[in-house]
C-alpha cells in the first residue's frame, strides 16, 4: 500500500515538474540568447543552436523552481482533498508521506550541483566556440547591418562602406583605435582583407589594409598596404562564474590559462620589454650621436642613431633629434642605404611572447638622391640579446609553447625605473590575480550553498502546501518563494562582498552558508508544527 502511494506521489510530482520546467525553460532560453542575438547579429541557425548551447544555464534555475512549484501544487491538493487525513487515519505517517517530495528534492540538488559544476560551463564553452568559429561572419554580418563593428575587447571600432563575406573585403574601410582618454590612432584606406588566426586560449583577427592613410596625435602618413593584428576577446564573457570546478583548479595552477590575466601579462610583458630596450639603446648611444644601436633581421642590420629615445605609452619607443639610419647587407656588410629624418619610432609586433620590432620612419631624407622619403617600413627586427635575456626571467617554456610568470610580472621590478604606464598595467594585473581568487572561491561556495539548499527550498514547499491546503494552492507556491528569495539575496551579496577586495572574505562565505542554514532551520520548523498538529 505505502509502495503505491509512493508511486502516485511521485508520478504526479513529476508530471507536474517536467509540464512547469519546458514552460520555464522555453521563456527564459528566449530571454537569455536576446543579449547575443542583439549585439553579435548571429543567424536563423545559431539561434537554434544557442538555444541548445544555453540550455543548461536555464535548467540551473528552471529546475529548482519547478520543483518547487510541483511540491507546493500537488501535496497542496493532496492535503486539500482529505487524502492526506485518509492516509494518516489508515495509519500512514506524515515522514512517510513526503518520502516522494523528497525524493525529487535530492535528485532536483544533484542535478544542479552537476549542472552548475560541469555541464553548464561546458555549454557555454561550445557557445563561445561556435561564436568564434563564426566570428568572421559575425564582424562582416554587423558591418553589413550597421556600417561598423567594435571588435571585443580590442580598443578598434571599424567602419566600411561595404562587406563582401565571400571574399573577406572590406571597402572603404576606416579603423578608430578608442582609448580612456578618446580616440587614438585613425586609419582610412581604400579597403582591407580579413583574416582570422586561432590560438590556444584566445584568436587574433587581422586587418590587411591597402592604400592605407594613418593619422595620428602626432603623426600622420601613408603606406601601400598597413597591417593591424588584435585579440579577438571573448564574446559571452570570459567570466569564473562560466567555468568548471576542474578549470578553476587549473587557473590556480596557472595563471595563463585564465585569458583576463593572460591578455594584461601580455600587454605589460610587452610594455616592459618596450622599455627595457630603451634604456639599452639609450645606455648605447649615451647622448652621442656617433654611436650606433644595431638591430638584426634575417637578411639585413639596421644600425642608427639618434638625439633622443623615449619609450612611450602603446609599446612603442619613439627617436628623435638628428635620427641616421644606416641599412646593411648581412651577407656582404655593404650598407644599403642611408636614411636621416627626425622622427622614427620602433614597435612590438606579432606575438607579444615572442615579438619582433618594426621600425617606422617618417619624412627621410635618402643621402646620396636627396629623395624625401613620407613613410618607410622596416619590418622584422629582432630584439637584441640584453633586452631577451632580461625579457626570458618572465618567460617559461610550457611544451612546445611559451608562457609568462604572471604574479612575477605583477610585481614590481627592482633595480629598473619604470614608466607609469607600467605601473599602470602591474597594478591592474595585481588587483586582476587578487580578484580571480576570490571569484573562484566565492563561486564554488555559492554553487554548493545553492545546490545544497534546493532540498530545504522544495521541502519548504511542500509543508506549506499542506498548511495552505483550505486556501488557494498557489498562494502556498508564492509563501515557499519568500524564504528562496532570501537564500538567493545571501548568496548575491555574500558574492559580492567576498570579491570585494577591502573586505573580508570570510564574512560573505559565511553569509552564504548563514542563508542556508536559515533556510534548513526553517524547515525543520515547519515539519516540527506539521508533527505536532
Not at 237 to 254: H, L, S, T, V
Not at 454 to 471: A, E, F, P, R, Y
Not at 503 to 531: D, E, H, K, P
Request: net charge neutral; hydrophobic share 45%; charged share 20%.
Amino acid at each position: 500500500m505505502v509502495f503505491t502511494l509512493h508511486r502516485y506521489l511521485f508520478r504526479e510530482l513529476f508530471r507536474v515538474f517536467v509540464l512547469s520546467a519546458v514552460a520555464l525553460t522555453l521563456i527564459l532560453s528566449l530571454g537569455i540568447i536576446l543579449r547575443p542575438v542583439q549585439e553579435y547579429g548571429v543567424g536563423p541557425r545559431q539561434v537554434i543552436h544557442l538555444i541548445g548551447y544555453f540550455l543548461p544555464i536555464t535548467l540551473t534555475f528552471v529546475l529548482p523552481m519547478a520543483a518547487l512549484f510541483a511540491g507546493a501544487l500537488v501535496y497542496g491538493r493532496f492535503a486539500g482533498d482529505n487524502e492526506l487525513d485518509a492516509c494518516r487515519a489508515s495509519g500512514i505517517s506524515l515522514q512517510t508521506m513526503v518520502y516522494p517530495g523528497l525524493a525529487l528534492a535530492v535528485m532536483v540538488a544533484v542535478a544542479n550541483l552537476l549542472l552548475s559544476f560541469h555541464v553548464m560551463p561546458a555549454f557555454v564553452h561550445l557557445a563561445e566556440n561556435s561564436l568564434k568559429n563564426n566570428a568572421k561572419q559575425i564582424l562582416f554580418r554587423n558591418i553589413q547591418r550597421n556600417r561598423f563593428y567594435t571588435l571585443p575587447d580590442s580598443g578598434y571600432l571599424i567602419y566600411a562602406d561595404q562587406a563582401d563575406l565571400q571574399h573577406d573585403t572590406l571597402l572603404g574601410v576606416v579603423c578608430v583605435e578608442l582609448k580612456d582618454y578618446g580616440i587614438g590612432t585613425i586609419i582610412t584606406s581604400q579597403g582591407a582583407k580579413v583574416n582570422f588566426r586561432s590560438r590556444d586560449i584566445f584568436n587574433e583577427v587581422q586587418i590587411s589594409a591597402f592604400m592605407a592613410h594613418q593619422m595620428g596625435d602626432v603623426d600622420e602618413g601613408g603606406a601601400k598596404s598597413l597591417t593591424i593584428t588584435k585579440e579577438f576577446g571573448s564574446l559571452l564573457g570570459d567570466d569564473i562564474k562560466f567555468k568548471k570546478i576542474d578549470e578553476m583548479k587549473r587557473i590556480q595552477a596557472d595563471l595563463m590559462q585564465f585569458n583576463p590575466i593572460g591578455k594584461l601579462a601580455r600587454d605589460t610583458f610587452a610594455q616592459l620589454t618596450t622599455e627595457l630596450l630603451a634604456r639599452d639603446i639609450n645606455t648605447r648611444i649615451a647622448n652621442n650621436t656617433n654611436n650606433f644601436y644595431e638591430l638584426l633581421c634575417s637578411t639585413k642590420s639596421v644600425r642608427f642613431t639618434a638625439g633622443q629615445c623615449n619609450a612611450k605609452d602603446e609599446e612603442e619607443v619613439e627617436l628623435s633629434g638628428n635620427v641616421k639610419i644606416i641599412e646593411y647587407d648581412t651577407d656582404s656588410k655593404r650598407a644599403l642605404r642611408t636614411l636621416r629624418c627626425e622622427r622614427a619610432s620602433l614597435h612590438i609586433e606579432g606575438d607579444k611572447l615572442a615579438p619582433t620590432l618594426t621600425m617606422d620612419i617618417y619624412n627621410a631624407r635618402e643621402e646620396g638622391s636627396g629623395t624625401i622619403r613620407g613613410r618607410d617600413i622596416i619590418r622584422g627586427l629582432i630584439l637584441p640579446q640584453a633586452v631577451e635575456a632580461i625579457a626570458n626571467k618572465f618567460r617559461t617554456e610550457n611544451g612546445e609553447s611559451l608562457s609568462l610568470q604572471a604574479e612575477m610580472l605583477a610585481t614590481p621590478f627592482s633595480g629598473m625605473k619604470q614608466s607609469l604606464e607600467l605601473s599602470k598595467l602591474q597594478n591592474e594585473l595585481r588587483r586582476t590575480i587578487q580578484k580571480t581568487f576570490v571569484q573562484i572561491k566565492a563561486e564554488t561556495h555559492s554553487r554548493l550553498v545553492f545546490g545544497i539548499g534546493c532540498v530545504s527550498m522544495i521541502m519548504i514547499g511542500i509543508g506549506l502546501g499542506i498548511i495552505k491546503k483550505g486556501g488557494h494552492l498557489l498562494s502556498a507556491f508564492g509563501a515557499s518563494c519568500l524564504p528562496a528569495a532570501v537564500l538567493i539575496v545571501c548568496i548575491m551579496s555574500g558574492k559580492h562582498i567576498t570579491t570585494n577586495l577591502g573586505s573580508q572574505n570570510l564574512s560573505g562565505i559565511t553569509l552564504m552558508w548563514g542563508g542556508l542554514a536559515f533556510l534548513s532551520l526553517l524547515a525543520v520548523v515547519i515539519y516540527g508544527w506539521l508533527l505536532k498538529n
